[in-house]
């Protein structure tokens, strides 16, 4: 599994609260991302980080903001949940010389 | 921008049958080609890849082909059994650019394959 851990893996929470989703890696990688899994879309990406304190926008990164402060901790936060934002989460990493990503286990999140 | 259109399924198969589930993409650069498999309840796993024209990836008796000229990349296996019953999902990797390695997906595949 890459070392790769997502904390919470289930959240309800209520239309108008921050949340923030945290992973956290042990292997050092240098690239971490956010996807959102929804039926019908795939996985979408709403952010991903380069470096420490280095992060760049995905494909729907409306309604969210991430940090990375260490090299093995990437956060996604909901500054005000919508129910738009219920889905499952994943965080990915990458980096060195394989161009293939490894997921974490996923967080669902249901904003009601 | 860059985009993956895959079967949408889902799909219902007898145990012993043949599997194809086809994958075409659209990408600028060379991008390193990606199926993907999640199991009920789990994150995704890679289950092959190639990086480059005419590559073929294998694993657990799955195999897909890179093809430049069709922009393909379909994802085949020869005898499925039950515990293959998943969705499988079609990525790429743009490498030509700033290297971020960020996947683009397709919708997914749900297979199920039954005794």
């Known amino acids: 599994d890459a070392g790769i851990t997502q904390s919470p893996r289930h959240k309800v929470t209520e239309t108008g609260t921050p949340v923030t989703l945290r992973c956290h890696q042990t292997?050092?990688?240098?690239?971490m991302y956010w996807y959102r899994q929804d039926p019908g879309h795939g996985l979408r990406l709403i952010h991903y980080?380069?470096?420490?304190?280095?992060?760049d926008k995905g494909e729907v990164s409306d309604g969210y903001s991430v940090s990375r402060s260490k090299t093995e901790d990437f956060l996604l936060t909901l500054e005000s949940a919508t129910s738009s934002q219920t889905s499952v989460y994943f965080c990915?990493?990458?980096?060195?010389?394989?161009?293939?990503?490894?997921f974490g286990q996923g967080t669902r999140l249901t904003v009601v | 921008g860059d985009s993956v259109t895959q079967m949408e399924g889902p799909v219902t198969l007898s145990e012993e049958a043949f599997l194809t589930i086809n994958c075409t993409y659209t990408a600028t650069g060379y991008p390193s080609l990606f199926w993907y498999v999640q199991y009920p309840g789990e994150g995704l796993q890679l289950l092959l890849k190639a990086t480059k024209a005419d590559d073929k990836g294998s694993n657990k008796g799955f195999e897909a082909t890179y093809r430049k000229e069709t922009t393909s990349f379909h994802l085949e296996k020869g005898s499925v059994q039950v515990s293959d019953s998943a969705v499988y999902f079609c990525?790429?990797?743009?490498?030509?650019?700033?290297?971020?390695?960020?996947?683009?997906f397709g919708k997914g595949t749900k297979l199920s394959v039954i005794p």
């Open positions: 980080s380069y470096g420490v304190k280095d992060t």
């Open positions: 990525a790429l990797s743009d490498n030509s650019g700033a290297g971020s390695y960020q996947l683009t």
């Open positions: 990915a990493v990458t980096g060195g010389t394989r161009t293939e990503a490894f």
């Open positions: 292997e050092n990688h240098r690239y």
